[in-house]
């Protein structure tokens, strides 16, 4: 079993900055994909990027997302990250950190992912 619990939402303006992060418990094994999801209300649960752990693989970002948020992960504490720079309103949503066995070409196929945190809630105001 893996638990995962988010952590670092809030609320800030267009264009700043919030770091998450994903506190996580239990047994991830390399190659474990973790990675981050965010819903808005009445739209469906989207990727926003994704990581191999123990690969070594550069992370996966949807194409909405690159260039501004960047995944890591500190493996002596368990917990990835996710910073998230230039913050559009559009980007409002309750984030999600979820752990599972993904696989090319779609990293972030909701139902691989067998294990979700309760979220963490991203407000952007213009």
């Known amino acids: 079993q893996v638990q995962l619990v988010e952590s670092g939402g809030g609320s800030v303006q267009a264009g700043g900055s919030l770091r998450l992060s994903c506190a996580a418990s239990g047994s991830i094994y390399s190659g474990t994909c973790m990675g981050w999801f965010r819903q808005a209300p009445g739209n469906e649960r989207e990727g926003v990027g994704v990581?191999?752990?123990?690969?070594?693989?550069?992370?996966y970002y949807a194409d909405s997302v690159k260039g501004r948020f960047t995944i890591s992960e500190d493996s002596a504490k368990n917990t990835l990250y996710l910073q998230m720079n230039s913050l559009k309103p559009e980007e409002t949503a309750m984030y999600y950190c979820?752990?599972?066995?993904?696989?090319?070409?779609?990293?972030?196929?909701?139902?691989?992912?067998?294990?979700w945190g309760p979220g963490t809630q991203v407000t952007v105001s213009s």
């Open positions: 990581i191999r752990i123990g690969h070594g693989d550069s992370p």
């Open positions: 979820a752990a599972g066995l993904c696989s090319y070409p779609d990293y972030t196929r909701v139902k691989d992912y067998n294990f």
